[in-house]
């Protein structure tokens, strides 16, 4: 069992719905990220949320707006999405006082734009 | 600038053989480097990881890296290959600290047949 948990695991949405992701961790870790991954491909870096705070967006579109109400949740709100934009979403937490930064993931949202 | 080379994309053994899946990195820095597993429909789990303290990292379910800096390479191994062994390898480096950037190969895709 994964440590850090995602919901839902499949969402399908259509161009115009607005729909969020969400992310929830209980290890006390203070930087938490947004991957996108690909078929056949390595996660793709988007957002990194260090103490709560945004710490780096990778450019992505601003049809994507990530939230981090708290230490332990991390959301990703999603509007206006196009079809190229189905893919897996995996989200990931790190601790603060570690020096290598090993990130522990979660399963994932299996995201699907019709 | 870090980067990871997965040499590679597709690995065939037969069950009982030799894993050896091959990662070369390149990084101004001393690195941390890593390695993770996707099994379908999952997240990514963490191996193993290089922090400096031992060249010879042992990880989890039987598999090992070593470090070599002369050879910029931490190449992953298994002696004996399981069934259950069948799925992605993503090798990854970072600069370390609190929210820090993982950076990852291609990946391998490693089949195992009886």
């Known amino acids: 069992d994964t440590e850090v948990t995602q919901t839902p695991k499949h969402l399908v949405m259509g161009m115009t719905n607005k729909k969020s992701l969400k992310c929830e961790q209980h290890m006390g870790h203070r930087a938490m990220y947004w991957y996108k991954q690909k078929a056949k491909k390595p996660p793709e870096l988007m957002f990194v949320?260090?103490?709560?705070?945004?710490?780096i967006n990778e450019s992505v579109p601003s049809r994507f707006s990530p939230e981090c109400p708290n230490s332990s949740l991390l959301n990703l709100h999603l509007h206006a999405l196009q079809p190229e934009d189905s893919a897996l979403y995996l989200c990931?937490?790190?601790?603060?006082?570690?020096?290598?930064?090993?990130?522990?993931f979660g399963d994932g949202t299996r995201l699907s734009i019709l | 600038a870090q980067s990871v080379t997965q040499l590679g994309s597709h690995v065939s053994v037969s069950e009982g053989a030799l894993v050896l899946l091959r990662c070369n990195y390149s990084?101004?820095?001393?690195?941390?480097l890593f390695w993770y597993v996707q099994y379908p429909n999952q997240g990514l789990q963490l191996l193993l990881k290089y922090t400096s303290a031992a060249t010879l990292v042992k990880g989890i379910n039987g598999f090992e890296a070593e470090f070599k800096k002369s050879e910029t390479s931490f190449h992953l191994t298994k002696p004996s290959a399981h069934m259950s062994d069948a799925a992605e390898y993503f090798c990854a480096v970072s600069r370390g600290g609190t929210a820090s950037k993982l950076t990852f190969g291609t990946g391998t895709r490693l089949q195992v047949t009886l």
């Open positions: 990084s101004s820095v001393p690195p941390y």
């Open positions: 949320y260090s103490y709560e705070k945004l710490s």
């Open positions: 990931a937490s790190s601790q603060d006082n570690t020096r290598d930064g090993s990130q522990h």
